[in-house]
């Protein structure tokens, strides 16, 4: 599984962006998709996670209400729509492909290191 992350860029605080992550490879599906970021001498933390289809989606505390996923498993392709970004929100953010296992809720938060495939990443950054 090939994964590309991308749509990120510079926007004030308040504002709004949208992240794509687009899948190649045949058994893509087999995978949930997991959103994680880094910021800074920060840990790689969890964001959100669905199916390619953009179903069973967890989302952090810290993106409920605010960032909200769509997936189209035709396309290969899941966004993450982000909205009423805060500076704390600037990190590097990475789409992942990992066990549809994760996505249960009674698992936990899905961890990074549970994650097998990774994208490039694309930055993020929010001015105050």
């Known amino acids: 599984v090939q994964l590309q992350a991308f749509g990120g860029g510079l926007v004030q605080a308040g504002g709004s962006l949208r992240l794509s992550c687009a899948a190649s490879?045949?058994?893509?599906?087999?995978?949930?998709v997991g959103w994680f970021r880094q910021a800074p001498g920060e840990e790689r933390e969890f964001v959100a996670a669905?199916?390619?289809?953009?179903?069973?989606?967890i989302y952090a505390d810290s993106a409920k209400g605010r960032f909200t996923v769509s997936g189209d498993n035709a396309k290969a392709t899941v966004n993450l729509q982000m909205s009423s970004l805060k500076p704390d929100d600037t990190a590097v953010y990475y789409c992942a492909a990992g066990p549809l296992r994760t996505l249960q809720g009674d698992l936990g938060t899905p961890h990074w290191r549970d994650y097998e495939y990774w994208g490039q990443g694309t930055q993020v950054t929010v001015s105050s």
């Open positions: 669905s199916t390619w289809s953009g179903r069973n989606i």
């Open positions: 490879g045949r058994t893509f599906n087999y995978y949930a």
